[in-house]
């Protein structure tokens, strides 16, 4: 079972953190682990966490893609053209794309992988994760 997409504002070295809602929330954590909700904190330092900027961070969806070699070539080329983070690729008796996908894109790039290889792709969604 996949975790829930994280969609709750977190405070992440320094900076306010929007949950990709374009929703932004001042927290910071507490010296002991907690959190502390900037309307909460004396004005110098709401001033200071403002001013850090804006980071924002959106679920990403790992997927290892395997293929028989004779697809390989078409997966790469179609990767090649999409916007996503750098990859990893293994060659065993098949070959396997380790991607991470911006989970909007994640229902189409595995469409779209399916149709190509004839369903000869095998796709295996990994887990979420958060990136910026």
């Not at 909007?104 to 779209?112: F, K, P, V």
Request: negative net charge; aromatic residues 8%; hydrophobic residues 40%.
């Amino acid at each position: 079972m996949l975790p829930s997409p994280f969609t709750s504002p977190t405070f992440t070295g320094g900076s306010v953190v929007s949950s990709g809602s374009g929703v932004s929330s001042g927290f910071v954590s507490g010296s002991r682990g907690g959190v502390v909700v900037a309307s909460e904190l004396s004005s110098p330092l709401c001033v200071s966490v403002v001013s850090a900027g804006v980071v924002t961070v959106k679920p990403y969806v790992r997927l290892d893609v395997t293929v028989p070699f004779s697809e390989a070539e078409r997966v790469r080329y179609e990767l090649s053209h999409r916007d996503l983070p750098e990859y990893q690729t293994e060659y065993l008796d098949a070959v396997t794309f380790r991607l991470n996908v911006p989970e909007e894109q994640t229902d189409a790039l595995i469409t779209r992988l399916t149709e190509l290889t004839a369903a000869k792709a095998k796709i295996k969604t990994i887990g979420i994760h958060m990136a910026y």
